[in-house]
């Protein structure tokens, strides 16, 4: 997941999803600082997103690393938040269920 690292496509999602623009990016960063800022751009606005839930928000070196577990829960969030649902609750729950929409019921439960 290295085009992840750089924080670049998550900026450009973020401004896609919320329709405002996040100044200040990097487009194509040589060093962990320049990719650390954008990634820091992306998460402050994603932080000031209503719909957003905060639950991996705070994970800065985890997303920066391409950790999969954040990674993957903002994905989820930013799709969640995108289909128009509400935030997901900001406290993990070890029963709780990824957000699927494309998949039946029966299909996440196996």
């Not at 060093?31 to 800022?37: I, V």
């Not at 719909?51 to 997303?63: G, H, T």
């Not at 950790?67 to 993990?92: I, Q």
């Amino acid at each position: 997941m290295p085009r992840l690292a750089d924080g670049v496509f998550l900026c450009w999602l973020v401004q896609r999803l919320s329709g405002a623009p996040i100044t200040g990016v990097s487009k194509k960063p040589c060093h962990e600082a320049a990719m650390r800022g954008n990634l820091q751009r992306a998460l402050q606005a994603m932080r000031t997103m209503p719909a957003m839930s905060p639950r991996w928000l705070v994970y800065e070196e985890s997303l920066l690393h391409c950790e999969r577990a954040a990674v993957t829960g903002v994905l989820e969030d930013l799709h969640r938040l995108a289909d128009g649902l509400p935030a997901a609750p900001s406290v993990l729950h070890p029963n709780s269920q990824p957000y699927l929409p494309y998949l039946s019921a029966s299909q996440t439960s196996q």
